[in-house]
């Protein structure tokens, strides 16, 4: 399965750190052990359906978690026997 993510907290983070809810969703991700790549607008990964639900899930209660008082996900969902390396390459 293919992810692309944007979280969107509200705030989106301190006055320190501005993205620091943003980031705190991001290192979700990145103790999952998924491939991802994170964008500008958005944030793409990729594995099995039932651990990316659960990462998707996981993104979006951290920002709670951080410190964003509320929260909005904009999220698609391919189910696609290709990765998304064979998706973007040509592009590269």
């Not at 750190?17 to 990145?30: K, S």
């Not at 359906?49 to 969902?77: C, F, N, Q, Y």
Request: net charge negative; no cysteine.
């Amino acid at each position: 399965m293919i992810v692309e993510i944007q979280v969107a907290p509200k705030p989106s983070g301190t006055k320190d750190n501005e993205y620091a809810f943003v980031d705190a969703a991001i290192a979700v991700l990145e103790e999952s052990g998924l491939h991802y790549e994170v964008g500008a607008l958005g944030t793409t990964f990729e594995g099995d359906p039932d651990v990316a639900w659960d990462v998707i899930r996981k993104m979006t209660e951290e920002t709670l978690s951080a410190g964003a008082d509320s929260t909005l996900a904009h999220i698609k969902v391919a189910y696609i026997a290709r990765d998304m390396n064979s998706l973007t390459n040509k592009f590269r």
